[in-house]
């Protein structure tokens, strides 16, 4: 933006320069030929010395034009007091070359006066009608040839001044408007999609305020979020993503009225801005948009599939506060993708607690490690054949004192989205390998502790180095520590690969976690050398009922053989589940069945 401003500035700088230099050169050229005519002329003495004057002026102005900064910047204003001098020079000739005194004084005062007042536009304006009727005047009156010749040359030359002063103005002026509506454009549109961007969007908002307040019309904001949108980025590249995005904006235009602004709030997201609006109406648009994503985005010959999950919020009836409309608006998104995507929701009492206690959440986990708050309870594996406890999963448990007891299913995704994760990770960490020594010291049975890494603390270079750190504390085999990590990191699989044999290198086995409820198939796992694939408890739950299910398990029971991987269940709850998973080549399980998750001093008493 400044940049653009400065751009702009330097063209007109260099328009007012080229004119400066033209009147200094016109004029100097013209007082020359005066000064060189004296002898038909009956200059007095002083008369020359004061035309010279002028001359020399003219060509230092010129000489500086180049040369000086200062003139160069300041050239509209040099080149404006220029004018006055050439006016006033070609006033002083025809005062030396005729009898006309009176004429020539007017305009003297007449120049001056405006020069005292600054209205350049009426000089201008008066230069180019009454000026030159003034000077055609005295030619006809006066007789001498050689005074008509420098009349006519003054007129031409004065004529000349104006309108190229004139016309640079006009032209600077479209010019700046020109930039100015470029400029306007693309702070405004996103470069993209060619539709409003997110800095337009606060405007708009600032708009509808006042014209609740002014005329009760209310609005409403949808926030569009492109469910599985990385997919496409993945799958086909940035290019098919892009014109992917393309489409979207269109099919979004396309679907509501030409008075509603569509922005695009960020990557994915979109926002629609309805004036006037009420919820039946919205419901209609909503589901409009649905239906234009129903049929794929064609992106030369590639068709790709994408859906809008959509949050609707309503000024003023979801809050007195304008600027709470997107939060909102984004909440109910959430709300939309999280039961299950391709869906609208409108913001609703309780989503707005959602978002408190979220918020609460946030800012109370902030200070939870330091306070202490944290503690692990641990979960028994157990080999069936035998009964006996090969495995124990380490499960962060949070008490705070305003909240009592938070689930790490609800606060575990917030300290991902917050990077709370990182030092909280590393809390669980340390406690896991000061516990295993200690129950080492005691003389406890030694089994492997399971510990969950978040795909955040992945990216993190730091996670190698810091379980490093800590086995080396407390002076622990590394084969008393297991990494779990969920399926879905296992999507990125060269990367996934580089930290599976990484840590595997320094003697900790990988676990995938609650294998089944990704997007990671079984034949990623041939790529992925893990140790242990945990089959997530969803599969269980109608293990009893179901025959598909177990037919799944059954087919990745087979897979681990042939991959040499372990296999625990997790979340066997009753007899029968385990009976049938043991019968069907599955020995190791992990569930409420068996134990459930136990404090420290229960594991002692446990483990004993
Ligand atoms: P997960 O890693 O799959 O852990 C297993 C979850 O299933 C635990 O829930 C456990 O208490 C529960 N569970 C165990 N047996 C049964 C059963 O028989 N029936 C049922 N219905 N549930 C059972 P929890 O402790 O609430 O943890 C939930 C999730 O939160 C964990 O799933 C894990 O993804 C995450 N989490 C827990 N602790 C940590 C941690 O220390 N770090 C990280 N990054 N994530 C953690
Ligand atoms: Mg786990
Ligand atoms: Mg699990």
């Not at 006809?140 to 008509?148: D, E, G, R, T, W």
């Not at 391709?342 to 206690?357: E, H, P, V, W």
């Not at 004192?401 to 960490?429: D, H, Q």
Request: proline letters at 2%; hydrophobic letters at 45%.
């Amino acid at each position: 933006m400044e940049k653009k401003d400065n751009k702009i500035n330097e063209t007109i700088a260099e328009e007012n320069v080229k004119l400066l230099r033209i009147i200094s050169t016109i004029s100097a050229l013209f007082l020359s030929i005066l000064l060189l005519m004296k002898k038909y002329s009956n200059l007095v003495t002083i008369q020359i010395y004061i035309v010279s004057v002028f001359v020399i002026l003219f060509v230092i102005i010129l000489i500086l034009s180049f040369t000086t900064k200062f003139v160069k910047r300041n050239a509209s204003k040099v080149m404006h007091i220029l004018y006055y001098f050439a006016s006033i020079a070609a006033i002083y000739a025809n005062y030396i070359y005729n009898d006309y005194l009176q004429f020539t004084m007017l305009l003297s005062v007449i120049t001056l006066s405006i020069l005292i007042i600054k209205e350049v536009k009426k000089l201008i304006n008066y230069i180019i009608v009454i000026y030159p009727i003034v000077l055609l005047s005295i030619v006809f009156i006066n007789q001498s040839l050689v005074f008509k010749f420098v009349t006519m040359v003054e007129i031409s030359v004065v004529f000349i001044i104006a309108f190229y002063n004139l016309n640079i103005e006009e032209k600077m002026k479209i010019k700046i408007a020109e930039s100015d509506n470029i400029i306007e454009k693309i702070a405004n549109t996103d470069t993209l999609t060619g539709i409003l961007n997110r800095h337009m969007l606060n405007n708009y908002l600032i708009e509808c305020k006042e014209n609740y307040l002014k005329n009760k019309e209310n609005c409403a904001v949808m926030f569009i979020d492109l469910d599985n949108f990385k997919n496409i980025n993945d799958a086909f590249g940035h290019n098919v993503g892009d014109d992917a995005l393309k489409l979207s904006a269109n099919k979004l235009k396309a679907s509501v009225r030409q008075s509603d602004n569509v922005f695009r709030y960020g990557g994915d997201e979109f926002i629609i801005l309805f004036k006037n609006i009420n919820k039946k109406e919205l419901n209609g648009f909503a589901n409009r948009i649905m239906e234009q994503f129903i049929e794929p985005l064609e992106v030369g010959v590639l068709e790709v599939y994408t859906s809008p999950s959509i949050g609707i919020s309503l000024y003023p009836d979801d809050s007195n506060e304008i600027e709470n409309i997107i939060r909102n608006a984004d909440a109910a998104m959430y709300r939309a993708k999280s039961t299950g995507k391709n869906t609208y929701k409108f913001f609703s009492k309780d989503i707005d607690a959602a978002l408190k206690r979220r918020a609460e959440i946030e800012s109370l986990l902030r200070r939870a490690v330091q306070n202490n708050e944290f503690t692990l309870a641990y979960q028994p594996q157990i080999e069936i054949s035998s009964g006996v406890t090969t495995g124990l999963e380490a499960l962060i448990r949070w008490n705070n004192k305003t909240l009592g007891n938070i689930t790490p299913s609800e606060f575990i995704p917030i300290a991902e989205e917050t990077g709370m994760i990182i030092p909280i990770g590393e809390w669980i960490v340390k406690t896991v390998c000061r516990q295993s020594k200690e129950w080492e010291r005691k003389g406890l049975n030694t089994v492997p502790i399971a510990v969950n890494v978040s795909g955040i603390q992945l990216k993190n270079s730091k996670l190698i180095y810091m379980l490093k750190k800590y086995l080396e504390e407390e002076n622990l085999s590394a084969k008393r520590i297991v990494v779990e990590f969920t399926e879905s990191i296992i999507q990125d699989t060269d990367k996934s690969l580089k930290i599976v044999k990484e840590l595997q290198n320094i003697g900790i086995k990988v676990a995938i976690d609650d294998f089944g409820t990704g997007y990671s198939s079984l034949s990623l796992l041939k790529d992925i050398p893990i140790d242990i694939l945990k089959i997530d408890s969803f599969f269980i739950k109608d293990i009893v009922t179901n025959k598909n299910t177990l037919e799944i398990i059954k087919l990745i029971i087979e897979m681990a053989k042939k991959l040499n991987f372990k296999i625990i269940v997790e979340g066997i709850e009753i007899e029968e589940q385990a009976r049938i998973v043991y019968e069907n080549g599955c020995n190791y399980v992990q569930g409420y069945f068996f134990s459930k998750p136990l404090n420290a001093h229960d594991v002692e008493q446990y483990l004993k």
